[in-house]
């Protein structure tokens, strides 16, 4: 590491535009790496200042305070307070808060501060903040915390440039680190609306938009019937979507290994790259379709921030099979493929939820084990032609049928014996199925000797066919 | 009175959060959040089955509270100016 390059951290409550500046500002030249003993992607870039200067970026975890209620927060405050083994203590901290949410962001803001290490503030999502008509006094702001404020714009290009011009030019100096106790947290949250108060003017408090929406996205019959449509739409776009490019790429593969066998001498190798290589291959990659638009979608129900809002409707039915309203997500996107389910779990605090839900998230039917059931069901479940013993009852009542019902039975079971006869001669469908008598006293049709009440039930392919459950026939 | 007694659509103030039990994670966790006393809030909606969960907006953001999480918080109904 040259003497020149500046290690910087990026901190902020979840859903801040964090890891979309991070981006911005390394142009995607990332490497990740997870952070030992807990699922949480450790992400670092670097970059070449427009003076020349080498930065070095983490992406910290999301966290919403330092109180460390769930491995994210604690591996932020390690890192930052330089407690991490292996990890040095950066030499700026930049703190992103949503423009649109101070109320919530300027605590975590206040709490960082607390730490006494140099630090940048940016102001994420300045366009929207704006759009909703919210006026943010930056230099007041500034002047307040006693730190450098940006305004950003992570989604958009170029809109790190203020960030990068801070960044890249002195360090600023840092505030006095300040104890932290429980007298000083409940502060916090005095000094937050006095900034707010001070510093930005909102029109509204939220969204006229948003009101009207969760007033039916909430609601609690609409509600859950737009989810359940919602879902209905999403896993069969993943067929429709999906089953015509599974389609396309095996065929295409199936093709492309015949004409390269045709070069082949007929024996072990052909065999190996037709069915082997290219029939396999058509087989493995066929799924991604299927796994690349269920992702599609679940990206979409993401970034509109439904899923939250599906999370809460289910939640109370989740909680009755001992899970949570979070665990939604993750064994949603379990029905593409387990491993980012699982990877999506540690959005969830509760250690005990997390590991229920990571345990059930295997168990939903990922796509690539469609063929899996297939075949099994193949395997064991028989084709409805393979003879079934089956034993049918003709009575008094139903002597029409005979001929149809004959051609399904084994055995025709019946009081009348000449009609059972003559219907046993009539169709050669029946050859080989026992004709069985019995004397119903009474002729009480529809009875069963024993007594049980005889099921009269249309079988596949017939108009009319007299079935009987009653054992012992 | 307790946030998860408040009716739909009524305005209170937040008075404290109790912690449930020592070393209360999630008491913790909705003072972090904001429920501060003094932070006016309100109940949004309510959870399909059983009223549960509830979502309650603060400021300008919204959480979903479970019942037993929502009567950590003790708020005043805001009386009519």
Known sequence: MSAASLRIALVGNPNCGKTALFNQLTGGRQKVANYAGVTIERKEGRFTAPSGRVLQILDLPGTYSFDATSPDEQITRDVLEGNYPGEAVPDLIVCVADATNLRLHLRFVLEVKRLGRPMVLALNMMDAARRRGMVIDVDELQRRLGMPVVETVAVKRGGAQALIARVDGEVPTAAPAQPDDAASRADLHVQVRQLLAATVTMPRQTAAVDDALDRWALHPVF???ILAVVMFLVFQAVYAAGKPMTDAIGNGFGWLGEHLASGLPEGPLQSLVVKGLFGGLGTV?????????LFFFILVLEESGYLPRAAFLLDRMMLSVGLTGRSFIPLLSSFACAIPGIMGTRSIQDPRDRLTT???APLMTCS???PVYALLIGAFIPMHSSRQRRTCIADGAALVPYAQAARHCDRLVGAH???LEAAHRRDPRADGADV???QLPGAAAGRHPAGDRIQLRRLPG???AIHLRAVGL | MRLSELPKGAAAVVDRVDDAHDADLIAQRLRDLGFVEGEPVRVVALGPLGADPLLVQIGSTRFALRRSEAARI???VETAP
Not at chain 1, 285 to 293: K, Q, S
């Open chain 1, 223 to 225: 509600g859950l019937a």
């Open chain 1, 358 to 360: 990571i345990l059930v």
């Open chain 1, 368 to 370: 690539a084990r469609l």
């Open chain 2, 74 to 76: 003790s708020v005043c």
């Open chain 1, 285 to 293: 990659i066929g799924f991604l379709p299927e796994i690349l638009v």
């Open chain 1, 462 to 464: 017939s108009r009319v």
């Open chain 1, 436 to 438: 069985v008598y019995f």
């Open chain 1, 417 to 419: 014996q000449h009609l």
